[in-house]
């Protein structure tokens, strides 16, 4: 439906597809550039939109199964043209066998906020 650079920091190609369906059903080949993807989920779902983040690697395409960086620059995009509003739950890592939730929210300055739930996967020390 649309594309458009996004950047909060880190760059995205971001792409828009008609339907949350769409992006699930993306079989991605080998990608050069940082990659995300959304598609909208029909009206009074529990999430707006589905996520998907591509990035090179050597040979093949990396997917992230939640990222915030591509998420809040999604929302950067997706508020300022009107296409969804805030607050809103974007989906991220179905097709990964993930269930990432991230919250979106927009104060009334316009500053984006993203969080989530998050589950500690190594922890550790450093000594010195």
Same mark, same amino acid.
């Given at each position: 439906?649309? !594309? ?13 597809? *008609? +339907?949350?369906? $769409?992006? @699930? /059903?993306l ?20 999430q707006?939109?589905?996520?998907? !983040? ?13 990222? *915030? +960086?591509?998420? $809040?620059? @999604? /929302? ?53």
């Amino acid at each position: 439906m649309d !594309a458009q650079w996004a950047d909060n920091g880190p760059g995205w190609v971001a792409v828009l597809l *008609g +339907s949350a369906e $769409a992006v @699930l /059903a993306l079989e991605p080949g080998v990608v050069d550039l940082d990659i995300g993807v959304a598609g909208p989920y029909p009206p009074g779902s529990p999430q707006a939109i589905e996520v998907r !983040a591509f990035t090179p690697k050597l040979a093949s395409t990396d997917e992230d199964p939640v990222t *915030g +960086s591509l998420n $809040a620059s @999604l /929302a950067g995009w997706l508020l300022a043209t009107g296409r969804i509003t805030a607050p809103y739950v974007a989906s991220q890592g179905t097709a990964l066998g993930r269930e990432g939730r991230v919250h979106v929210a927009q104060d009334d300055d316009g500053t984006i906020w993203v969080g989530g739930g998050t589950i500690t996967c190594v922890s550790g020390q450093v000594e010195l």
